[in-house]
């Protein structure tokens, strides 16, 4: 029953890898460049937390949108085109709001700008410390967006 159950579970997170790490890599990418042209051009860790904030929400969650409207695009392209739009722009909505809403309150509101604020002031280089508060924030982040995940499978897309 054990070996079951730890079954399950890698299964389980081999599914999210999966799903979020091909967005994780882009909003790295963007963050980091984002904060650091920011920092390089201002030295403020504030500009730069803000910009790399901004941008590794683009890079993000510019890959899920993407993804979600081409996955419900497809499923419902036995419709018109006007009413295919739609649909897949309401499906992918929902899912995302569902998945998400709940990290990104938590997220937004209370860790990642302290994170991404603070790490780069006692880790050096900057673009190091800018990594570590964000890696931080994200494990935090990721345990909702999980739920979410989870909860918009189970309830939504039944």
């Known amino acids: ?49 803000a910009t790399g904030w901004i941008s590794e929400g683009v890079g993000f969650y510019g890959y899920f949108i993407s993804t979600e ?19 897949a722009i309401a499906a992918a909505s929902t899912n995302l ?12 509101i209370l860790v990642r700008p302290f994170l991404m604020f603070w790490a780069p002031h006692y880790i050096h280089p900057y673009p190091i410390g800018f990594l570590v508060g964000k890696f931080s924030a994200d494990l935090l ?6 739920i979410g995940y989870e909860t918009k499978k189970h309830w939504i897309n039944r």
């Open 1 to 49: 029953m054990k070996q079951h159950k730890l079954g399950d579970f890698n299964a389980k997170r081999r599914e999210w890898l999966q799903r979020y790490i091909p967005a994780e890599v882009l909003g790295t990418i963007t963050a980091l460049l984002g904060a650091w042209v920011m920092y390089a051009h201002t030295h403020s860790f504030v500009a730069a937390t």
């Open 141 to 146: 982040f990721y345990v909702f967006a999980i």
């Open 97 to 108: 709001v569902v998945e998400f809403l709940p990290a990104e309150l938590f997220d937004n």
């Open 69 to 87: 409207l081409a996955l419900h695009s497809n499923r419902y392209r036995h419709h018109t085109l006007a009413k295919r739009i739609s649909l």
